[in-house]
């Protein structure tokens, strides 16, 4: 079992470019999760989605952030016209279950994001 | 909003003492308190987890306290080694609920285990 696989590991993009990121969960697992890690704001929750269903994007910001789930073995995360505060590492994890007393979410090890 | 908090923010600890780290949470719904353990480049790894139907959960050198009517709790490791040197991340959910409760995280405590 490889883990959760996140790609690229790092990646630099100019003002305004368009950065994806792309996470494998591992499998057999139905959830998967995004979170942003700064040094300020600490691990923030973006969104969830069980059975490749989008199930909470709450944490996500309202513009230029999209994710998707086409199949089980991958998601992607979307930043549009990234900015400079769109720095910071982004972290996938999988979840065989979450909720319902099922517990336990595995962490990919993150796609270190630079915006100049 | 913080709902989960951390203290210290950094600790420094002989190699040998025992390390505590300390948690609190506002939302008295939470049942469920994993602590996650990160080095640097990497993500998060769990590393023991509680329910708050239990006061205490052991794994080896390390063991989480927990105060329900507090809304509180702590990690002890004991015989604190330098490769236990990370940051930790305490961190809340509701997990006895068909409707989904994001994992909600303190600032992390960033331990420093001195040979």
């Not at chain 1, 494998?24 to 691990?43: C, D, K, M, N």
């Not at chain 1, 979840?95 to 915006?115: A, C, E, I, K």
């Not at chain 2, 600890?13 to 994993?34: H, K, R």
Request: with cysteine.
């Amino acid at each position: 079992n490889a883990g959760v696989i996140q790609t690229p590991r790092h990646k630099v993009t100019g003002k305004g470019q368009e950065a994806t990121l792309w996470c494998e969960p591992i499998s057999g697992h139905s959830a998967v999760f995004w979170y942003r890690q700064t040094i300020v704001q600490g691990l923030e929750f973006l969104t969830y989605f069980r059975n490749q269903a989008p199930i909470d994007d709450s944490g996500m910001p309202k513009e230029r952030f999209s994710a998707q789930m086409p199949n089980q073995s991958h998601s992607t995360l979307k930043i549009q016209s990234t900015q400079p505060q769109d720095s910071a590492v982004y972290l996938c994890a999988s979840s065989l279950v979450w909720g319902l007393n099922q517990d336990t979410q595995y962490f990919g090890p993150g796609t270190r994001l630079l915006v100049l | 909003q913080q709902q989960v908090r951390q203290s210290p923010q950094s600790l420094t600890v002989w190699e040998g003492e025992t390390a505590i780290l300390n948690c609190s949470y506002e939302n008295s719904a939470f049942d469920y308190f994993p602590w996650y353990q990160q080095f640097p480049g990497e993500g998060p790894a769990l590393l023991i987890a509680i329910r708050s139907v239990s006061d205490k959960k052991e794994d080896g050198r390390f063991t989480i306290f927990f105060n329900k009517r507090e809304k509180k709790l702590s990690l002890h490791i004991t015989d604190s080694q330098p490769g236990d040197s990370a940051t930790y991340f305490c961190a809340a959910s509701l997990i006895a609920s068909s409707s989904f409760s994001k994992l909600v995280f303190g600032q992390g405590t960033s331990l420093s285990v001195v040979p």
